[in-house]
């Protein structure tokens, strides 16, 4: 990495955007490693057990528009003072009001979106600190937060096996604290006039058919590392009969790769070109996901396709990202709401159509052979544009 990047930043900024972004993921994520014991005391359905892991993804999605909205306003700083404050608040009610109801976990998922949208904060405050040229990097720095899921479903298990499941919120409460003494003291908006967006900027780009590529696209690299990593415990679970805590383990594995690979993408996509990265994610995720689905060579073959395609679902989070700035340089903020708002959504729709096709089939082989299929279309669609937007972007045409 260019020395430059350190001396052109703020490095406390970046860490605290990193942190804050790192224990939102943490908390966003938590009720899919513990959806087991949730769902044991519950008395959930697969079905159900999906949905309640899919509602904080949807939530989140959505209110990275409103958060993107607000950080403009009242500055990113103030914006994730305020989200991180609510997700306390929201932990420390589930912690000693308790979740004793299909819909009291499903509102909970809605105010732990609240940790989901912090995406739309963290990123904008690291990056608005860098030349347009590194801002890549920085973003792909501070979006390396999503390694927060690793924490919790490496953690979130085995503490709900020695303090019952609703003490973890609890116990959650700790680190995201910590965390925001750390954000409150270091972290600084950084300089200069912010040009602020409206809803009707997300709707003037609406009307542009890239940025519906890039939805798309994004909505199968995130919405699959998403989609995942709240799936595959319940998934480890119904396949192989794991314990919650070995379902945990063998998730986080799958959603360390994806996290560490995201910051890796984005470099990769800086050398080959992030159209030539996406390509191969996609061609890759649709083979080693549609194997998956045929449940052939038991539970270690398994996880091995699926750490590997979160890998590759990793690398394609960062090479969206490496494309963005050089399509979408003056509207990199909206674009950013929008694309992580499609990343969401698709992460929302592949957790719960599991469920559903896994209550509805008995088998969880049609819900991955979808999604196989989706990555493929990716594919198709990657490979139907490259062309016109190496011609259109003669700007950037080299690193396209």
Do not use: E
């Not at 608040?89 to 998922?109: M, Y």
């Not at 609406?206 to 998403?226: I, K």
């Not at 119904?238 to 919650?244: I, R, S």
């Not at 383990?249 to 994806?258: I, M, N, Q, R």
Request: proline letters at 4%; one cysteine or more; a positive charge.
């Amino acid at each position: 990495m260019d020395r430059s990047f350190w001396r052109n930043g703020h490095t406390p900024t970046l860490l605290s955007a990193f942190l804050y972004f790192d224990l939102s993921f943490m908390v966003w994520y938590l009720l899919g490693p513990l959806q087991i014991q949730i769902a044991q005391t519950l008395a959930l359905s697969t079905q159900q057990r999906a949905l309640m892991v899919a509602t904080p993804i949807l939530a989140g999605a959505i209110l990275r528009v409103f958060m993107g909205l607000l950080a403009d306003r009242i500055g990113a700083k103030r914006a994730g003072l305020l989200g991180q404050a609510i997700v306390i608040a929201t932990l420390v009610g589930a912690w000693q009001i308790g979740v004793h109801s299909l819909g009291q976990a499903l509102f909970l998922g809605v105010l732990l979106g609240v940790a989901g949208a912090s995406f739309a904060v963290a990123l904008p405050l690291a990056s608005r600190w860098y030349p347009p040229h590194q801002q890549g990097t920085a973003m792909g720095i501070a979006g390396a937060g999503n390694s927060g899921t690793v924490l919790a479903a490496l953690f979130a298990p085995a503490l709900a096996v020695a303090f019952g499941w609703q003490n973890v919120f609890g116990i959650a409460c700790i680190p995201v604290a910590a965390v925001l003494i750390y954000y409150t003291a270091f972290a600084k908006d950084a300089p200069g006039v912010v040009v602020k967006k409206r809803l009707g900027d997300y709707a003037r780009m609406l009307g542009n058919r890239d940025s519906w590529w890039f939805m798309f696209f994004y909505s199968l690299t995130f919405g699959g590392f998403s989609g995942f990593a709240s799936a595959l415990p319940g998934y480890f679970h119904d396949q192989f009969a794991f314990d919650p805590k070995i379902a945990g383990w063998a998730a986080a594995a799958c959603v360390f790769a994806g996290s560490v690979m995201r910051p890796i993408g984005g470099l990769m996509a800086d050398r080959i070109g992030g159209t030539r990265s996406l390509l191969t994610v996609f061609a890759s995720v649709a083979v080693l996901i549609g194997t998956a689905g045929f449940n052939v060579g038991g539970p270690l073959p398994t996880v091995l396709l699926f750490i590997a395609a979160m890998l590759c679902l990793g690398a394609g989070n960062g090479a969206v990202f490496q494309l963005v700035p050089q399509r979408f340089g003056k509207d990199i903020g909206v674009m950013t709401g929008l694309i992580g708002m499609a990343g969401g959504v698709g992460g929302f729709a592949l957790a719960a159509s599991l469920g559903t096709i896994k209550q509805a089939t008995g088998s969880y082989s049609a819900g991955l052979w979808l999604f196989a299929c989706l990555a493929a279309l990716g594919w198709a669609g990657m490979s139907n544009v490259k062309h016109r937007w190496r011609n259109a972007w003669s700007v950037a045409a080299a690193r396209v």
